[in-house]
């Protein structure tokens, strides 16, 4: 059985690892399919993408497309500007649309012109490439300038925050010791922040119980610091828009949402770790029941991986990534792990069905269908352990085959333990007499009830039978433990105070008359 089982774990894993690899080699051809036709590489690195002229005058910005298709075709390709301000003058070279062929190299030319009669303004152009090939898109990709002029006048540059001016001296006595003092006013503010969310707190759950407050303190603390801290870093970039390439501040930018997620999300892991499971577990030591003690670890781990899931696709979301063929591949996987896991989640669910419907508990006596007794020593999810008497050994069985069969539970700590006997005497007895040795005999142990009404022994002169007369005795047992013991004082008792009493415990006979002729 072991060794079938991880034949069939080790086949579920070779078949999710060849699904991920077409995934992968889909994924490389459609990149290869976007990309590696025509590149637009971009030829003004060092010069940026990102300047500042005088009015009047002009400036150029260069792309190089290089046709590598290995299949030597011919594309078209489509240019759209797209200029913010229609005071500035935007021109390409060559002219859109037009053609590249196998293996050959052109230069795109963008010339931005500043507008003669004004003080300040900036603009943004961005180009729009289109590559097409028989009048059928290959792919589009976008590139972005930004020109200002010069002499723009900007304020809030020259200001700390907006409010005061910069008043240190130099070399720190521009913009770079602006953003200087504007971030630190920002690490001031969350201090400041932190520090007085904890009394404000207290101060409206002074008169709570619980531990939750803080608990959530105690969680949102360092995490609350550190994304206030970095939204002012992050925010206050634009001050330096004119020394920092665009290209910089977007990329921190991207980062700093990227690092807001996964710390958003990782206190919500703690929040649900701290707290939800924290609380679930006292409140599971609290019972007399299993099965929250089981069920609690698994919540626990499901909770991590939902949260983990729903952190990796805002994620991929948040970074324009498409989810389809992950979520189409994620529905394939789940599919070949089910099919063949189904043993597995069969026993799981029956695990769940046992430990909520309770045919038995841990320290249970039961009797199988084989006819062996048992103890049930531990019900897990996936089998439950068992005590046999017969040779002393421990067995695991699957709880699919223990949910199945009928099962005799001897243990049943609802019901009293009930002891019925059958009493016969010789014919000629006085009734009144057994009677009366009967009830002493129960009057004596202290194991079997007498007090209720409903549950006190029972004599009944039953039948008159061939060989005896026949007493239906019933007597009720405090506690299952006791009910071996307390047979073997009714035997011992009854057998010892008939004999004293002289009563006939009869054995059965015949009478035969011999007819003589």
Not at 15 to 28: E, K, N, R, S, V
Not at 258 to 287: H, N, R, S
Not at 428 to 450: M, P
Request: aromatic share 10%; hydrophobic share 45%.
């Amino acid at each position: 059985m072991q060794i079938r089982k991880k034949q069939l774990i080790k086949r579920t894993l070779l078949i999710t690892l060849i699904i991920m690899l077409l995934q992968l080699t889909f994924f490389a051809f459609c990149a290869t399919a976007d990309n590696e036709v025509v590149t637009i590489e971009d030829s003004d690195r060092i010069k940026g993408y990102s300047r500042e002229i005088s009015s009047g005058e002009a400036t150029t910005y260069n792309w190089t497309l290089h046709n590598i298709d290995p299949d030597d075709l011919t594309y078209d390709v489509a240019i759209i500007i797209d200029n913010s301000n229609s005071d500035w003058e935007a021109t390409i070279e060559p002219q859109s649309p037009f053609t590249i062929g196998s293996t050959e190299w052109k230069m795109v030319t963008l010339t931005v012109t500043a507008p003669s009669n004004k003080d300040e303004g900036k603009t943004n152009v961005t180009l729009t490439f289109t590559i097409t090939h028989n009048a059928s898109k290959v792919f589009e990709d976008e590139k972005y300038t930004l020109t200002s002029l010069e002499d723009i006048i900007k304020p809030e540059e020259e200001k700390v925050l907006g409010w005061f001016e910069n008043p240190l001296p130099s070399p720190l006595d521009n913009e770079w010791g602006i953003f200087l003092l504007t971030v630190i006013f920002w690490l001031i503010g969350s201090l400041i922040l932190v520090f007085l969310l904890d009394p404000c707190v207290k101060a409206f759950t002074l008169k709570t119980k619980t531990e939750i407050d803080d608990i959530v303190l105690r969680i949102i603390r360092t995490p609350l610091l550190i994304l206030v801290f970095f939204y002012g870093f992050v925010s206050s970039l634009v001050i330096l828009e004119d020394i920092i390439p665009s290209v910089v501040i977007d990329i921190l930018n991207a980062l700093y949402g990227i690092a807001a997620v996964l710390i958003l999300f990782y206190v919500a892991y703690k929040l649900f770790k701290d707290i939800l499971v924290y609380y679930g577990q006292v409140i599971a030591e609290k019972t007399a029941s299993n099965i929250d003690n089981v069920i609690i670890p698994i919540v626990e781990k499901i909770g991590v991986v939902i949260i983990g899931l729903l952190a990796l696709g805002y994620l991929l979301g948040y970074m324009n990534i498409d989810l389809t063929m992950f979520v189409a591949g994620g529905v394939v996987i789940s599919m070949v792990i089910a099919f063949a896991a189904q043993e597995t989640l069969s026993n799981f669910f029956s695990g769940i069905f046992i430990l909520t419907d309770r045919p038995f508990v841990e320290g249970d006596t039961i009797i199988l269908p084989d006819g062996d007794w048992y103890e049930v020593r531990d019900i897990g999810l996936r089998s439950t352990r068992l005590f046999r008497y017969k040779d002393a050994s421990l067995i695991s069985i699957p709880n699919n085959k223990l949910a199945g069969d009928k099962i005799i539970n001897y243990s049943n700590p609802y019901d009293k333990v009930r002891i019925r006997m059958t009493i016969g005497v010789a014919y000629g007895t006085d009734s009144a007499k057994v009677r009366k040795i009967l009830d002493k005999v129960f009057a004596e142990n202290e194991h079997i009830i007498k007090d209720d009404e409903a549950l006190k022994p029972i004599i009944r002169f039953d039948e008159l039978g061939e060989s005896s007369i026949n007493f239906f005795i019933q007597v009720i047992v405090d506690d299952r433990d006791n009910k071996l013991g307390v047979i073997d004082y009714l035997n011992t008792e009854i057998y010892k105070r008939f004999e004293k009493a002289g009563i006939e415990i009869p054995f059965p006979q015949r009478v035969v008359h011999v007819k003589k002729e």
